[in-house]
């Protein structure tokens, strides 16, 4: 069984397209994020929700929306996509809000913008 | 601005002989955990050592966290193939912070 799928594995669009990645996690936890991992493989937290509540918001652009219709799923919603969004990007879960437990990790999208 | 900071950024070394990745951070943490990235793959956690512990076990993996000196290191022993992978320490400062910083790894070569 997979613990944090994220769909799809790979995804190439052009500029300015809108596009979504879905996450989903099977383990009953209550807290999901989503980072960014560039080419350099740094990787940044975008957001965090804990029961379906924003917790975290760092600097990310207002394209990037992320939406949890339950506490199994954080889809990530991108507007108007640029260049410089071609990244993999990360989904996420752990239990206890937030409070730095094991993170469990989705296998990456692999977003390319043309 | 970036808490973990992985030392080196490249490591090669051959099968059987021990690696040993450090990590240093700038603020005081909560807990520091050390994850493992496959090529293509997600993050794998592998150990979380508290601020109050300073040496961790598991398997082949030793983790030992100096506070004082703001840092932790990750040492495999008797190395594989298999632990060849990028390396991430990750961060959560103390004083409510929500917010887990990984560094940029470090590259691990295990050649058979």
């Known amino acids: ?114 | 601005s970036q808490q973990g900071e992985e030392d080196p950024q490249a490591l090669s070394i051959q099968e059987g002989e021990n690696a040993t990745m450090n990590c240093s951070y700038k603020t005081s943490i909560n807990n520091l955990q050390w994850y493992r990235q496959n090529s293509g793959r997600g993050l794998v956690h592998l150990i979380l050592i508290r601020s109050n512990e300073r040496e961790k076990h598991s398997g082949r993996l030793r983790v030992t966290l100096d506070t004082s000196k703001k840092s932790s290191s990750l040492l495999i022993t008797a190395s594989r193939a298999a632990d060849t992978a990028s390396y991430f320490c990750a961060t959560l400062a103390s004083g409510g912070s929500y917010i887990p910083t990984f560094g940029r790894g470090t590259s691990l070569i295990v050649h058979p």
């Open chain 1, 1 to 114: 069984d997979t613990a944090v799928s994220q769909t799809p594995k790979y995804l190439v669009t052009q500029m300015g397209n809108d596009k979504s990645i879905k996450c989903e996690q099977n383990l009953g936890h209550d807290t999901m994020y989503w980072y960014k991992q560039d080419s350099k493989k740094f990787l940044k937290i975008m957001f965090s929700y804990n029961n379906k509540e924003l917790i975290i918001n760092e600097t990310v652009p207002n394209r990037f929306s992320p939406k949890s219709p339950d506490k199994a799923h954080l889809n990530l919603h991108i507007n108007s996509l640029e260049l410089g969004d071609s990244a993999v990007y990360f989904c996420a879960s752990s239990y206890g809000g937030g409070l730095g437990e094991t993170q469990y990790f989705g296998p990456g999208t692999r977003l390319l913008v043309l």
